[in-house]
Structures are given as C-alpha cells and as structure tokens.
C-alpha cells in the first residue's frame, strides 16, 4: 500500500517552506528566504517576515507540487506549523494551511515547530529509535529533550535561560563586523583560526543542570573586542571566531552527552540550523563516539527551517491514524514542546 502523500508548510519565523514527503521519502523542499530583506536590520522584523510569507505561500507551494511531479488533489493531508514562532508569521502558514485543506478536502494538522525538527531526521536515517535525546539548536532554541514518541511523547530535559546559540551567534557576528544571520560567517572565519587562543566562559559548564546560558558568553566577546579597539590594536577575528564558537559546541555537546547518560539512551539527535554549523558536528561526532552513542544529525540544508521537516512529522502522525486537527487551532507563539499536535481551539498561550 502507497503511502499518504503530506503537504508540510513552516513559516515560523524567516523562511517560506513547502515539502512533500510520502513516508520517509521527501518529494519536494521548497524554501523561499527573507533574510536578505532582515539583513539591513541585524535581525529578523516580525512584520517583514510575515509579508514575505504572504508574497513567497503560493510561489512556493507550486514550484513544490512541480518538483515532486504530483497534483495538488494527489495530496492526502495538510501539515502546518502552529508554534513556537513569531505570531504573525506563524499565522500566515496556518491560515494557508487551513485553506488548502478546506479546498482539497483532506485532513489538517498543526504540529510544533520543535517536533518537527527532530521527526525531520527519518528523511535520511530512516525511522526513529524507540528512545532518543535530541539537541535542538537554532536562532530561537537550545533545548534538550528526551523523546520517546516524536507524535506524543517529548518531554524537555533542559533549555536556555537567555539567550539560544543562534541569537549568540547573531549577535557576536555584529560585533565583528560579519554579516547576519551570523552562524554561517562566524563558521566559516573560525576555521583560519585558533579556538584556543582565548579561552571566552562556558556558561553553567558545571552547575550540573541541563540548562544552557550564553548571554554571557556574547558579553564576554564582545568586551574583549572592545578592549582590543580601545587599545588601538587590530582584532583577530578567525581568532574570535574560533574561540567564541569553540565555547558554544563545547557547553553543546557537553551537555547532550551528559543527557544521554543521566537518561540511559544510547542515541543522540542534533537538529535545528546551527545543527549545520561544521564545528558543532564534528565535535558532537567525537564526543558520541568516544561514549558509545549513535549520532543522527541530518544533511544542512534539513537542518534550518523547512517544509520538510513539518511534512515528515504530519507523515508520521497520518501513518498513526492520528485524529487530526479542527479548523478553529490558534498559531501559538510559544507552543510548549510537549504539545506536538494541536487539535482543538485554545486560548493562545502568554
């Protein structure tokens, strides 16, 4: 028996995405960016991101029933992400999301945004194990979680207190001049420079939670930066590049390791867009091997925000007959991560 076919769409924050996955088979990833437009801004503005949704929702939807050589009446049900996010973007892809359905006749499905992330992994490595910890890592997020059941069953281990890796990264990459979004700059000088050569602080490296901090962090470079230009002396930037990335992966990868140990699990998942940071894998991949764990970390282009990874969770939600969504859900800006499917209309959670 052929597998239902998923349309996913993801606008939670600056990227349009449209996927099709039948399975764990993807058909079509079509994304449509508005970060240059945020560019000019330093980061992301909540307006602009929702009226490039609106302009990108169509376009990229056809381009993704064009690639994936189907119809849109082939479709057999509609996923969509309804949080965490920006609300305003958020509600641009639910309120497509909800259209399609209606128009096509097939089921609905608001799942999060965080879920989705990890669920994107059966794309490349094939299903799920039955108990995995999964480090999601983004502009937005630096969680740990532990997860039994993607559909049902994800419970947080640890997050950050303040800012997530991704912000860090934004912002340190201001300080030095790079362009935003900040992580593919910083990755790439970092690798003509030394990651010792300043030993920046490891945010609660040892307070034994599985909590991350790295506002502190991004004070700390951007001090040193500034204590180098008052002094009239030239900024080594790979050097800052290196070192400031250098104490991210290690707090990172420290701390998912650790959560497979306290929690007896053997297999690690890395997900989210600084999961495609080279620094990060490779010292993931080094520290899983040298305790036994079994990393799964998909191709970079998995890794940010995409209509994939919503369409390979609505896959896996369809494949369990799971009773879908009702047309009056919110988009909910801070979606807990134990909520994976939204089915029924709730006050928006403050």
Request: some cysteine; charged content about 20%; glycine content about 10%.
């Amino acid at each position: 028996m052929t597998a239902p076919l998923v349309l996913g769409i993801e606008t939670s924050c600056d990227e349009t995405g449209i996927g099709l996955v039948r399975g764990h088979e993807l058909l079509a990833d079509s994304v449509a960016s508005s970060v240059a437009e945020h560019a000019r801004f330093g980061g992301v503005v909540p307006e602009v991101a929702s009226r490039a949704h609106l302009e990108a929702m169509i376009p990229a939807f056809e381009r993704a029933v064009e690639k994936a050589g189907v119809t849109p009446r082939q479709i057999d049900a509609v996923a969509v992400t309804a949080g965490p996010g920006l609300q305003g973007a958020l509600l641009v892809g639910v309120a497509a999301a909800k259209a399609y359905a209606l128009a096509l006749g097939k089921p609905f499905y608001g799942v999060n945004h965080l879920a989705a992330h990890i669920a994107v992994d059966q794309l490349e490595h094939g299903a799920l194990p039955d108990e995995a910890v999964a480090l999601l890592v983004s502009g937005g997020h630096s969680s740990l979680l532990l997860v039994h059941d993607v559909t049902a069953n994800v419970t947080p281990l640890g997050a950050t207190i303040d800012d997530a890796a991704g912000e860090a990264y934004d912002k340190v990459a201001r300080v030095l001049g790079l362009p935003f979004p900040g992580g593919p700059p910083i990755d790439k000088a970092a690798r003509d420079g030394d990651p010792e050569a300043i030993r920046f602080p490891r945010g609660k490296y040892h307070d034994g939670t599985l909590d991350f901090s790295f506002a502190g962090l991004k004070t700390a470079v951007a001090r040193w930066v500034e204590a180098r230009q008052a002094a009239g002396e030239p900024v080594p930037v790979s050097d800052v590049a290196a070192s400031f990335q250098e104490a991210v992966v290690d707090v990172l990868t420290r701390k998912a390791v650790a959560a497979c140990a306290d929690n007896g699990v053997d297999d690690l998942i890395i997900g989210g867009g600084v999961a495609a940071n080279s620094r990060l894998r490779a010292l993931a991949a080094q520290r899983c091997e040298a305790k036994g764990i079994r990393l799964r970390i998909p191709r970079p282009g998995l890794c940010t925000d995409n209509g994939a990874m919503v369409a390979a969770l609505g896959a896996e939600i369809v494949k369990r007959q799971v009773e879908p969504s009702w047309l009056d859900i919110p988009a909910d800006s801070a979606l807990p991560v134990t909520e994976v499917i939204v089915r029924s209309g709730e006050p928006v959670t403050t």
